[in-house]
């Protein structure tokens, strides 16, 4: 099993610019998170989904839009990339609600 | 509010030396407290899992202990190794959400 994967690794876009990040994983879960962590902060949660078709949103969700069409995919859209957005992302997936969280490898992203 | 507070910030140790890494939380209601290993440029992997009933739970070198009372837990690593060098991240799980710390940076020297 290959757990939880995100695409990209790593990311550079220039300021205005869009993109998705994409979180797969092969657990089965039902909830997936999406994650920011950024020196000197806890990872701070920006949405979340409890199941496909669902999602919701988190502490920071501001520039972010998420969908879960399918289980096992969680993808993560910055619509007008901002240098505040600048950061390591990470994506998780828990089988339910307050069990272990399973994390991807993350991606770092710049906005120039 | 709800919030995880980690000690020390960042910790150098020498190999083979034992060190304990702290975590206060004021979550409410409390549900289950998880200790994460972070290596650079990876994502968090769990080390140990404590529930409200669970004193002490040991996997392998680590450690970690929990006083629900104080809202208090502890991860103590006996004779460190080169490969502990991580981030060490306390979370603890509330009704319906994950609190993070801000961990706790550990280097093992030589």
């Known amino acids: 099993n290959a757990g939880v994967t995100q695409t990209p690794k790593f990311r550079v876009l220039k300021t205005g610019q869009s993109m998705t990040l994409l979180c797969a994983q092969d657990?089965?879960?039902?909830?997936m998170y999406w994650y920011r962590q950024d020196p000197g902060m806890g990872l701070r949660l920006i949405h979340y989904?409890?199941?496909?078709?669902?999602?919701a949103k988190g502490e920071v969700p501001d520039g972010y839009n998420v969908s879960r069409l399918k289980k096992q995919n969680f993808l993560l859209g910055l619509e007008s990339a901002a240098p505040s957005q600048t950061s390591v992302y990470f994506c998780?997936?828990?089988?339910?609600?307050?069990?272990?969280?399973?994390f991807g490898q993350g991606t770092r992203l710049t906005v120039v | 509010k709800n919030q995880v507070e980690q000690s020390p910030q960042s910790l150098i140790i020498l190999e083979g030396k034992n060190c304990t890494l702290q975590?206060?939380?004021?979550?409410?209601?409390?549900?289950?407290l998880r200790w994460y290993k972070q290596d650079t440029g990876r994502g968090p992997v769990s080390l140990t899992i404590?529930?409200?009933?669970?004193n002490t739970k040991s996997n392998g070198r680590y450690t970690a202990t929990l006083d629900a009372d104080t809202k208090q837990s502890s991860l103590h690593i006996t004779a460190s190794q080169l490969s502990d060098s991580a981030s060490y991240i306390c979370v603890v799980s509330a009704k319906n959400q994950f609190y993070f710390g801000t961990g706790t940076s550990l280097t093992v020297i030589p």
């Open positions: 657990m089965n879960h039902e909830y």
């Open positions: 989904s409890v199941g496909e078709g669902t999602t």
């Open positions: 998780a997936s828990s089988l339910v609600l307050n069990t272990e969280a399973f």
């Open positions: 404590m529930t409200f009933s669970e």
């Open positions: 975590c206060n939380y004021t979550v409410s209601p409390f549900s289950n």
